[in-house]
């Protein structure tokens, strides 16, 4: 029964008492929401995919489900219901495999999975995990892990261990991720050549190495004397380095606080200043600031806006719905940006008309290096990379540059690239 789309009255589920169901597949379903179980029903396979995670725990009528061996999850939004504190899988407590992938998780409650202790399986791939989540060491009968697509650097030694212990039956996918070969992940190096687990791509993946070109685990490991070779004599200048600083503090000290004091004062009321615009700032009134030419009004309406307000639930302000009237135009733009937690200019090729758009990139940068702006992103339509307007080209590193495809190809990635910049600074 997966997309079933449905409009008019609300159409009512019922699966009956001691009802039992193999396979119940209600991905991408719009009228999901009005299901109900009643007590006694089991299902052996549920397919929630498409529908938000929202709606699967808190408005459907479940009651625990025992015998549910097998619960798919993807692309439900299951991070907005992650950040909510509570234990979503309350209701699946005999659970085998799950899959939770392309859900824009970055972390993962400890204790999100101690009533689903039964897990063989799980799959956490395409996400925004930075490290592996502790929460799955409270799963002891867990034999595969699916890590791949993600943003994993190494694997620490915590879970190298954990991973040892779990024997070469254990399956864990890790292709895809953001892996670096330098010093600090020399025992990852090591223990990816040990195989105490099963590996997939036979446990080769791309790396960045110490010499910033891109390369893979396996020639990391074939040539690790000669790449880690200047590892340790490093430890030895930052400890001989560090005793040399300790000494020149202790026997220093008042001759250099005095000589250094106004520096000294200025930075800690730097700090302290900064530590309390932050708290002061930290409930933004909106979460992003559109800048645009007015020509480009109507992509702002019928593209941008249905996706981050309907879709991602986002607060915009733009200058045709929330400006507000009477008010000096410089004025409304100035205080619009300063209650944005980010902003994004369009830029195309009316932007260079725009009288405004020097004014609002000016108050950008100042609230961008006072630490207010958290992310400027600069979406260009229909031009060229070069022309760009050169006051946005003086920012191009402090920007986040997106390049809008001009036909549908492409189109997905370009808006997960955009969410993934709007919601790793969201607070938790």
Request: one cysteine or more; proline letters at 3%.
């Amino acid at each position: 029964m997966s997309h079933i789309f449905h409009a008019g009255e609300p159409v009512l589920w019922v699966i009956s008492e001691n009802t039992s169901i193999s396979r119940f597949d209600v991905s991408f379903c719009q009228t999901v929401d009005q299901a109900k179980l009643l007590n006694g029903s089991e299902i052996d396979y549920l397919d929630v995919t498409g529908i938000d995670s929202r709606v699967v725990f808190n408005t459907l009528h479940l009651h625990p489900l025992s015998k549910l061996s097998t619960l798919i999850m993807e692309h439900t939004n299951l991070y907005i219901t992650n950040k909510m504190k509570k234990n979503v899988f309350n209701y699946v407590l005999g659970t085998e495999k799950l899959d939770i992938s392309n859900n824009f998780l970055w972390e993962l409650r400890q204790n999100i999975f101690e009533n689903i202790t039964t897990l063989t399986y799980l799959n956490l791939s395409n996400n925004l995990f930075r490290t592996i989540p502790l929460a799955i060491t409270k799963l002891p009968n867990l034999k595969e892990l699916d890590m791949t697509n993600n943003l994993l650097t190494n694997i620490n030694s915590t879970f190298q261990i954990f991973f040892r212990g779990m024997g070469q039956g254990f399956k864990l996918y890790l292709d895809n991720n953001a892996f670096v070969c330098d010093c600090t992940n020399s025992d990852f190096i090591l223990w990816l050549n040990n195989k105490h687990v099963t590996l997939d791509a036979n446990g080769t993946y791309k790396c960045i190495l110490q010499n910033s070109k891109e390369n893979d685990t396996h020639y990391a490991f074939l040539h690790f004397n000669h790449l880690y070779a200047g590892c340790n004599s490093k430890l030895w200048l930052k400890a001989v380095l560090g005793l040399f600083l300790t000494f020149i503090a202790i026997f220093f000290p008042f001759t250099l606080v005095y000589s250094f004091r106004w520096r000294i004062s200025f930075y800690l009321y730097k700090r302290f200043r900064n530590s309390l615009e932050k708290d002061i700032c930290v409930n933004f009134k909106y979460d992003v600031f559109v800048f645009y030419p007015e020509n480009d009004l109507p992509w702002i309406k019928y593209v941008l806006m249905p996706k981050l307000e309907r879709k991602w639930g986002l607060q915009m302000c733009i200058q045709h719905r929330d400006f507000t009237v009477g008010k000096p135009i410089a004025d409304v733009i100035a205080d619009s940006i300063e209650q944005s937690r980010h902003i994004i200019f369009l830029v195309t090729s009316s932007f260079q008309h725009d009288s405004w758009g020097e004014y609002a990139i000016e108050r950008a940068k100042y609230h961008h290096f006072s630490q207010n702006l958290q992310k400027i992103i600069v979406i260009t339509k229909d031009l060229q990379t070069e022309e760009i307007p050169h006051e946005l080209a003086m920012l191009w590193k402090d920007i986040a540059l997106i390049e809008w495809p001009m036909n549908e190809n492409g189109l997905e990635n370009t808006w997960n690239k955009l969410k993934l910049w709007l919601f790793l600074n969201q607070p938790k």
